[in-house]
C-alpha cells in the first residue's frame, strides 16, 4: 500500500493512494486508529488492505496539500557519509568510518510533498539531499541484523536539505544546519514493505530543475538498513513510526565548483522508481 497523511479544511488525515486518487481511512477507521502513526502502532495493515479493497477513491491526489506520511514519530534520525565515495568529498584524507554519523532532525524542519522549502533569510547557502527513509513498524531493542527487516514497515522519501554555512557553528555537531524550520521534505507517502521490499536495491536519483544532480544504488551504502537498525537499537529503542533518513550519494550543491545553492523558484525533484517521487520547489523563508 502507499499510506499518506494530508489536510482536509485544515484538518489532518491520512489515506491509500490508489489508482484514481486517495481513499480516506480517517473517514472508515479513524475511530480505532486516529493517525498513520497510531495504524502503524496498532498492526493496522491488514485492516487498511481490507477497507480500501473495492472502494471508490474520495480525494484526487493533486487537489490534497500533503503533509509527512508520520506526523509525531518519536525519533527523526539522519546518517551521514553513507554512500560509497562520499567520505571522499570531505578532502581530509579520513579512513572510512567504522560507525554510522548521526544526528536528528525535528519534524518542524520537513513539509511534506508539494509544499514549499524555504531558503532561509540568514543564509545564501540552502542545499539539497536525496534520501531514502526507512520507517520502523515494530518497537524494538538490540535487534539483531538477521531480525532487522522485520521491524522495517516501509519506506518513504526524503530531500534532507542543509544551510551549510550554520552546519560549522558548532565544534562538534551540525544540527544547527539541520533543522531551520521547513528547510527538507518527506513524502509523499510510505510504501509499506510487502509491495516493496526494502532489501532493494533501490536506484535514488535527485534531480535540480529537471538536472540530475545525484544518482546512485542502496547496493552501495557502507552501512545497509539492516547494520543501521541493528546499531541504533543498541542504545535506544526503536518505536513505530520512528524514521531513519539513510544517506545521501555523492553530488549535493555544495560539492561542485563554485557550489550550486538552492534558490527560490528552483524545483527539487527525490525520485526511485517503486518508492515514488518527492518534488518540492524552493521558496523565500515566510
Same mark, same amino acid.
Given at each position: ?17 490508489? #489508482? &484514481?486518487?486517495? *481513499? ?5 477507521? =479513524? @475511530?480505532?486508529? $486516529?493517525?498513520?502513526? /497510531? ?89 539539497? #539531499? &536525496?534520501?531514502? *527513509? ?5 518497537? =524494538? @531493542?538490540?535487534? $539483531?541484523?538477521?531480525? /532487522? ?138
Amino acid at each position: 500500500m502507499r499510506l499518506l497523511s494530508y489536510l482536509v479544511n485544515g484538518e489532518a488525515r491520512y489515506g491509500a493512494a490508489v #489508482e &484514481g486518487g486517495v *481513499v480516506d481511512l480517517s473517514r472508515r477507521i =479513524g @475511530r480505532y486508529f $486516529p493517525d498513520l502513526k /497510531a495504524l502503524i502502532a496498532g498492526d493496522g495493515l491488514g485492516r487498511a488492505k481490507e477497507v480500501v479493497a473495492g472502494e471508490t477513491p474520495d480525494h484526487a491526489l493533486v487537489e490534497l496539500a500533503l503533509l509527512p506520511p508520520v506526523l509525531t514519530p518519536e525519533k527523526l534520525w539522519c546518517i551521514g557519509v553513507n554512500y560509497m565515495d562520499r567520505n571522499a568529498e570531505y578532502k581530509d584524507n579520513s579512513d572510512l568510518p567504522k560507525y554510522p554519523s548521526l544526528f536528528v532532525r525535528n519534524m518542524s524542519s520537513v513539509v511534506g510533498a508539494g509544499q514549499g522549502i524555504e531558503k532561509p533569510a540568514v543564509s545564501e547557502q540552502l542545499d539539497y #539531499e &536525496g534520501e531514502l *527513509v526507512i520507517v520502523i513498524g515494530k518497537e =524494538g @531493542r538490540h535487534i $539483531p541484523r538477521e531480525a /532487522a527487516w522485520s521491524h522495517i514497515f516501509g519506506m518513504t522519501l526524503c530531500n534532507e536539505g542543509s544551510v551549510r554555512d550554520w552546519l560549522h557553528h558548532g565544534k562538534f555537531n551540525v544540527t544547527q544546519g539541520k533543522n531551520f524550520d521547513r528547510s527538507g521534505s518527506i513524502g509523499p507517502w510510505i510504501v509499506t514493505s510487502d509491495e516493496c521490499d526494502p532489501r532493494g536495491p533501490h536506484e535514488i536519483i535527485t534531480r535540480v530543475n529537471g538536472e540530475v544532480r545525484q544518482q546512485d544504488t542502496t547496493a552501495r551504502l557502507m552501512f545497509p538498513f539492516d547494520a543501521l537498525i541493528a546499531y541504533l537499537s543498541t542504545f535506544a529503542t526503536l518505536k513505530p513510526g520512528d524514521m531513519i533518513a539513510t544517506g545521501t550519494p555523492t553530488g549535493a550543491g555544495a560539492r561542485f565548483d563554485p557550489p550550486r545553492w538552492l534558490r527560490p523558484g528552483d524545483v527539487v525533484e527525490v525520485e526511485i522508481e517503486k518508492v515514488g517521487l518527492l518534488r518540492n520547489g524552493i521558496a523565500d523563508e515566510a
